[in-house]
């Protein structure tokens, strides 16, 4: 078990007074007094060209805590109403649900400076809460309605928001895209990166090399990650690629392995690479070992070319809440009866926001054609035939300009 292989140490001293009262259990039995912060060791890096890397020694304060177990149990609890909606044939389409992987987008985004961009796949989510999407914002955009981030016209795999460049539907096609975002930092003058998400399934496309090149040729803060979650599609990494060590497939470009199922390991190793990037020393690729729950997307069972036993087993030794869990109670930054209080309140919220994700009115047909443009040269848009056309409206303020 991953969890035999972290130890944690609590931080004894004045500062756990200062901040925490005694806290009551249920019972009212006793008393027990909290740590402000926890130190954790979490599993050794794999480095590819780098000398060192990221501390293997974290820390966690009791707040931070409480508000990663918070997000990763909010996108567990979105995951599943989504998976739910689906059936109902609330969501139509296309839908990816990033049940497993949760600790990646937690992490990273525990650590994002207002400068930092991402982009990624259609895996997307959970990466649209954690960048300031509401709960309501990413399910009414999954059923079509106006209250949706994208007012129901991207979907499952086309949500944005500020500094957040989507969910793209086409494979690794996001990653070229993050280079040239990247340049635009670069060449702005501004102190940030761009966070390129691809899956394993995507590793070996040819555009994911060129956007290596480009980066390393022009030393762009740019950093590529592999959400290797063991699975392309139904077509395990094995049978996939001929080397499955992805963090030294940029070659020339450094790269790092990373615990994904580590939240903590994912902040440490992100906190590197934005000093790394800053510093003007070009690009890193990260590999995330992760896994996903459900099937590549809801058309999949998931169950054709794994074992139900293999998802079992990673559920009950390797689930990123679970392991966090653990990690935090045991030295005594949490309780369990505060993380059970937690898990109350998710549930209502995100059932709350269900009932108005199939509530909502859908936008007008006049405005399928708004904001299609940040500068419309032309203001007649065609529509689904020649003979029907629609005039381009601005509603909404462009964002993620450069």
Not at 169 to 189: E, T
Request: charged share 20%.
């Amino acid at each position: 078990m991953f969890s035999k292989l972290i130890q944690s140490t609590v931080r004894q001293g004045q500062s756990k007074q200062k901040f925490l009262a005694p806290f009551m259990t249920l019972s009212g039995s006793r008393q027990q007094t909290l740590a402000t912060e926890a130190t954790y060791e979490v599993r050794p890096y794999k480095l590819h060209k780098l000398e060192s890397g990221p501390n293997t020694t974290v820390t966690c304060t009791r707040d931070e805590a409480l508000k990663y177990y918070r997000q990763m149990q909010v996108i567990r609890r979105l995951e599943s109403a989504s998976g739910n909606l689906y059936k109902e044939k609330a969501i139509r389409g296309f839908c990816h649900l990033y049940s497993g992987q949760e600790a990646i987008c937690v992490g990273m985004g525990a650590v994002l400076n207002p400068d930092d961009s991402i982009i990624t796949a259609y895996r997307d989510h959970g990466w649209a809460y954690i960048m300031g999407v509401p709960i309501g914002g990413v399910l009414a955009e999954l059923t079509g309605r106006q209250s949706g981030c994208a007012k129901g016209k991207g979907g499952s795999m086309h949500m944005y928001s500020k500094n957040f460049y989507g969910g793209n539907g086409i494979v690794g096609a996001q990653v070229p895209l993050g280079a040239g975002i990247a340049l635009a930092l670069k060449y702005s003058g501004k102190q940030g990166l761009c966070i390129a998400l691809f899956g394993d399934g995507a590793a070996n496309q040819g555009q994911i090399f060129e956007a290596y090149n480009i980066a390393k040729l022009w030393d762009l803060p740019a950093v590529f990650v592999c959400e290797n979650n063991g699975y392309g599609m139904g077509t395990s990494v094995e049978r996939a690629s001929a080397s499955t060590d992805y963090y030294t497939r940029g070659d020339y470009v450094p790269g790092i392995w990373i615990d994904g199922m580590d939240v903590l390991a994912v902040r440490e190793a992100l906190k590197y690479c934005q000093e790394y990037c800053y510093s003007g020393k070009g690009p890193l690729v990260l590999e995330a070992a992760t896994y996903r729950y459900s099937g590549h997307s809801m058309s999949d069972p998931g169950t054709s070319y794994r074992t139900r036993d293999e998802i079992q087993e990673v559920r009950q030794t390797r689930d990123p809440i679970m392991l966090f869990k653990e990690k935090i109670v045991s030295s005594q930054l949490v309780t369990a009866e505060e993380l059970k209080k937690i898990d109350q309140e998710v549930r209502k919220e995100v059932d709350e926001n269900v009932k108005l994700a199939k509530t909502d009115k859908e936008i007008p047909v006049q405005e399928l054609a708004a904001d299609v443009y940040s500068n419309p040269l032309e203001e007649n848009i065609r529509g689904t035939t020649p003979f029907d056309s629609y005039t381009h409206q601005r509603i909404a303020q462009p964002f993620n300009q450069h």
